[in-house]
């Protein structure tokens, strides 16, 4: 099979699809690899790394992807993009696709794309593995640029995120307590934050209490409202998520109005749409606004500014995966993984996520009535 790595084209985006070690690990089972030139600069990687690991460097996108059977992505993809793609081709990446353009989704069918969506991909326990690492990376970012935006000369309210002898510690506020949340919290805690960590998951409470050492204050968003905690937050953590679905709105305007003057919001939900009423994409270069005199940080692709580390983060996680689809297909890769399969959002243009097909208005096929037709 040959698999593409172009180079992403979303702005401020630096992590690559795949490393040299995983291209190499995939040409030695006898795959091609063709990689867009400078495609894992940002990531440090150099082109002759990747010429080093038996993978053809190429100097288009159009070429990484028309020739490519299988694209290695990480980003959302744009809709300059769909006229490079080979008819017929899988695309796997963070395709996020329940927020995503309905023409992007609409020229995907058109093409009779296969979308393995890595945020989709769960394990046996029902943990999504590939997911994960970034939203570890998520939660301690979180906390370091909360920090960072509470300084004076970045619109923050002018305290130090940690513990100072005589004086009350910082309020940080986290809404989720899945894995993001969860990394969060500790690491606040950590920082000298006085913190509490809001869901309606009690086991997921009882995890976050367990890891954090019974050092952070748990709630159950179920039983009183959340202003009682958003109004006396110094920092608000959105780190909730639904599967293949737009994030809830959670917070209000109303009650991000009600908030502490210089106080910041990080919302990690924003790359599934965000939890918070008055979020919206920022970028890298352009990372915040203000709102209601409330700082607001909304990267919804924050791990791409530790790139080298996200890059191999994804590659160690997502390898076996990539194995998996170039020996077998993604149809007999699917019917012989569901935990894989659970990953398919769209196969052959037909889109087999029933949350992805209802937000864009689209017809929903069961993924399994699709292999059993082709005798996969």
Do not use: W
């Not at 409330?294 to 990539?322: D, E, F, G, I, W």
């Not at 689209?362 to 059993?372: G, H, M, Q």
Request: hydrophobic share 45%.
């Amino acid at each position: 099979m040959i698999i593409g790595v172009p180079k992403e084209s979303l702005h401020q985006e630096h992590r690559v699809g795949l490393t040299p070690d995983a291209a190499a690990h995939l040409h030695r089972l006898g795959h091609t690899i063709v990689v867009q030139h400078d495609a894992g600069l940002g990531a440090r990687f150099s082109n002759h790394e990747y010429e080093q690991a038996g993978a053809q460097i190429v100097y288009s996108a159009e070429e990484a992807y028309r020739r490519a059977d299988l694209v290695a992505r990480i980003g959302t993809m744009s809709s300059v993009e769909l006229d490079l793609l080979k008819p017929g081709s899988v695309i796997c990446s963070f395709h996020h696709m329940a927020v995503a353009s309905n023409a992007l989704v609409a020229g995907l069918v058109e093409r009779e794309i296969t979308a393995v969506s890595y945020e989709l991909i769960e394990d046996a326990a029902g943990n999504r593995p590939i997911l994960a690492p970034f939203s570890e990376m998520a939660g301690m970012l979180a906390v370091h640029l909360a920090g960072y935006y509470l300084q004076n000369d970045s619109g923050g309210r002018g305290i130090l995120l940690g513990n100072v002898p005589g004086i009350a510690p910082p309020n940080v506020v986290i809404l989720g307590a899945g894995i993001a949340g969860r990394t969060a919290a500790c690491h606040a805690k950590a920082a000298g934050a006085r913190v509490v960590v809001v869901d309606t998951d009690m086991a997921k409470l009882r995890t976050v209490s367990s890891r954090c050492g019974g050092q952070v204050a748990t709630a159950n968003a179920s039983l009183e409202p959340l202003e009682n905690y958003t109004a006396s937050a110094d920092v608000l953590i959105g780190a909730v998520l639904i599967p293949g679905a737009r994030a809830p709105i959670l917070v209000t305007e109303e009650m991000v109005e009600g908030m502490r003057r210089g106080s910041v919001i990080v919302d990690l939900s924003i790359d599934q749409g965000g939890c918070v009423e008055t979020s919206r994409p920022t970028s890298l270069d352009q990372p915040t606004f203000i709102v209601h005199d409330v700082v607001h940080y909304c990267v919804p692709n924050m791990t791409a500014n530790v790139a080298r580390t996200a890059s191999k983060a994804l590659t160690r996680a997502v390898l076996p995966q990539l194995v998996s689809l170039a020996e077998r297909g993604t149809g007999g890769a699917a019917a012989a993984d569901p935990h894989l399969a659970a990953g398919v959002v769209m196969y052959e243009g037909n889109l087999v996520h029933a949350q992805v097909a209802a937000a864009h208005g689209l017809p929903f096929v069961e993924l399994r009535s699709l292999l059993a037709g082709a005798g996969a």
